[in-house]
Structure formats: structure tokens, C-alpha cells
């Protein structure tokens, strides 16, 4: 169920003074501005999940009138222009203070929203998950798959199980997470060879692994109402 909001408060400079906040570095405290790094999902026109975006570029697509808001409340939604969703500053007490990040202005502050959709894009995300080195280590939690220790992105590399030179190629099924000293201890031969056990057998997500591991904190609750199984492949940019 969505509905439309009534216009917040009068409409005054404050969308376009937004614009000024999102594209001028001189009007961003730095130090309390945390919210520039907070992540939206991004719909098409027919509400599908396409995208996840960065805060400041999910503000530019709504300053253009490219894309609305959607607020998720209590399971129904609101479908949220820009200028609205900038005089829903104003009420920050009344509105979430908890449960958004903020940008924060010299002269005001407001909230990223959750969840943006586009205006006039109906195309649809594609259906498989993308084999990359940040997917993969998503996957596998940064578990190296060998010894089970979770480690730092940069204390870990990816592993063929079978090897390149027996013939294994790059796969969801032939690629895992492994620390260096494990990596090292396995070589070029099959785990059977070097006499090491996998964790678990490595398999292709029918998810995108970032998107299920933002799922798991309660700030990003919303997102679940538009992630239907057909389209979990959306993609981070």
C-alpha cells in the first residue's frame, strides 16, 4: 500500500539550499557527517530493486527530479518528492531522529533516505550475481575456508581450490576466500593433496552477498520489502 503525503510545512529555499549542502564541500562538516557514507536502495519506475548507491549521488538523482522518495513505515510506504523530503528535516524530533543518518549543513541537516526510485527507468537488474573480489569475500564472510579464522579484506586472498594448471578456472564453485599462511600451505595442489578440508563447499549466491550482509543490520529493515528472490543480483555502485 503507498500513499502521497500532503506538502510538509511551507515550501521555501530549503530543497535548493539542499542541493547547495550535497554539492558544496564548504557547507559539510566533515567530522559529523558519517551520513555521507550510509547506502540507498534504488528502485526502478516499477519498483524493483536495481541499485545501491552512495548517499551523496542518491541526492543528486533527487535533486534533478529524477527519483523520490520512499518511506518505509510500519510495512506501508509513502512516495516522497525532494522538497518534502527536505521540509521533513524541519521535524527530525517527530520524525526517525534514530533511525536515519543525517547530512549535516551549516544551516540545517537531513535525513538520507533508505530508499529512493526512479522516475522514468523500467529496465530490470540482471539475473546473476557478478564474480568479483568484494562479492566473493562477502560470500564467505572474510572466513578464510581452510583454518575457519576471519580476517581484515587485506590479510586475505582468493584460492582455486582446484588450480589453474589442473585445469580449475575462475567460478563461484572454484574461488574462496583463504588467508595468506593458508594459501601458502596449499599451494598448486587440490585441498585433497595438501590434506586440508574446505569449511564448506563453495557454491554460487543466489543473492547478491553485500545486500544479505546489510540486511542483517536493523537499520536497513526496509530494504527487505523490495528485495523479492527473482531479483537479489542488484548491483552496488
Not at 8 to 31: F, K, Q, T, W, Y
Not at 182 to 191: E, I, S
Not at 194 to 210: Q, T
Request: hydrophobic share 40%; aromatic share 8%; proline share 5%.
Amino acid at each position: 500500500m503507498k500513499h502521497r503525503p500532503a506538502s510538509l510545512v511551507n515550501p521555501g529555499n530549503r530543497a535548493s539550499a539542499a542541493v547547495g549542502i550535497v554539492h558544496a564541500a564548504s557547507e559539510l562538516d566533515v567530522s559529523r557527517n558519517e551520513g555521507l557514507d550510509a547506502i540507498v536502495l534504488v528502485l526502478n519506475k516499477l519498483y524493483v530493486a536495481v541499485r545501491v548507491i552512495n548517499a551523496k549521488r542518491a541526492f543528486c538523482l533527487l535533486s534533478r527530479n529524477i527519483a523520490e522518495v520512499i518511506h518505509v513505515d510500519s510495512g506501508q510506504y509513502s512516495n516522497i518528492d525532494f522538497e518534502s523530503w527536505t521540509e521533513l528535516a524541519a521535524l527530525r524530533e517527530q520524525f526517525l531522529p534514530d533511525g536515519h543518518d543525517w547530512i549535516r549543513g551549516v544551516r540545517f541537516d537531513i535525513p538520507v533516505p533508505r530508499v529512493i526510485r526512479l522516475l522514468g527507468y523500467d529496465r530490470l537488474p540482471r539475473q546473476e550475481v557478478k564474480l568479483n573480489r568484494r562479492n566473493l569475500f562477502a560470500r564467505d564472510r572474510n572466513q578464510c575456508q581452510y583454518c575457519g579464522r576471519h580476517f581484515p579484506t587485506n590479510e586475505l586472498s582468493i584460492d582455486h581450490v582446484v588450480p589453474r594448471r589442473l585445469g580449475g578456472g575462475d567460478s563461484w564453485i572454484n574461488l574462496v576466500c583463504a588467508c595468506v599462511r593458508c594459501n601458502a600451505r596449499k599451494g598448486g595442489r587440490t585441498p585433497e593433496q595438501a590434506n586440508m578440508k574446505l569449511v564448506r563447499r563453495p557454491v554460487a549466491p543466489r543473492r547478491n552477498p553485500m545486500i544479505t550482509l546489510r540486511l542483517g543490520q536493523k537499520k536497513y529493515e526496509s530494504w527487505k520489502a523490495f528485495l523479492d528472490d527473482a531479483y537479489w543480483s542488484v548491483e552496488l555502485g
